[in-house]
């Protein structure tokens, strides 16, 4: 089984709608991270977490909310979604302890907002 | 933030060639790393190295680090098909990754 599973994997909505992508994962790794990939641009940091906790905002956070359930659940939610924010999403998770920021990525979720 | 940026940004080349490519970055760092990401997948950590490090292996991958030009190399020994993918460099610090804009490679069999 993976490590870092995000769900759904695709979704297509419309613009307004409310959305929500989890992610949970099994490594034990306290910190978590939300992702968008876009064509050309790389990865963009939108949201942080360093423990249940501790919520941080990243580069692009505008549009967006996070909620840290559980040391192992992090969830991304779109609270009203807009065209601009179909992308790829990636959540990642790393350990602390190991003191050099790998990360370790999960799948990813392909997000239409029509 | 700290960001990397790979150079250049897509290679194509003939299986069983060497494949380089570059990344600067711009403040100082604790580490530097290197990720592979195939077609729509999730970014998989290939390799660290540490800003007292000059260079690292591990197996076909061959890391350089030069801090006084704020600039890392990656180089894929005897490329394989399999190894077409986007390959991503983040400067690490601050608890923190910053990813640099990817460099797709090629590799036809």
Same mark, same amino acid.
């Given at each position: 089984d993976a490590d870092v599973t995000q769900t759904p994997r695709n979704r297509i909505t419309k613009t307004g709608k409310r959305i929500m992508l989890e992610c949970s994962q099994t490594? $034990?790794?306290?910190r978590m991270y939300w992702y968008r990939q876009d064509p050309g641009l790389g990865l963009r940091l939108i949201y942080y977490s360093f423990d249940v906790k501790d919520i941080n905002k990243g580069e692009i956070s505008d549009g967006y909310s996070v909620s840290r359930? /559980?040391?192992a659940k992090f969830s991304l939610s779109l609270e009203s979604a807009i065209p601009n924010q179909t992308a790829l999403y990636f959540c990642a998770t790393s350990n #602390?302890?190991? $003191?050099? &920021?790998t990360q370790y990525f999960g799948p990813g979720t392909r997000l239409t907002v029509l | 933030s700290q960001q990397g940026e790979e150079d250049p940004q897509a290679l194509s080349i003939q299986e069983g060639e060497n494949a380089t490519m570059n990344c600067s970055y711009k403040t100082s760092i604790n580490n530097l790393q290197w990720y592979r990401q195939n077609s729509g997948r999730g970014l998989v950590h290939l390799i660290l190295i540490r800003s007292n490090e000059r260079e690292k292996h591990s197996g076909r991958l061959r890391v350089t680090l030069d801090t006084s030009k704020k600039s890392s190399s990656l180089l894929i020994t *005897? #490329?394989? *098909? /399999? &190894?077409?993918a986007s390959y991503f460099c983040a400067t690490g610090g601050n608890n923190r990754l910053a990813f640099g804009k990817g460099n797709q490679v090629v590799v036809i069999p």
């Open positions: 490594k $034990g790794h306290d359930q /559980a040391q #602390s302890g190991k $003191g050099t &920021d | *005897a #490329s394989r *098909a /399999a &190894d077409t």
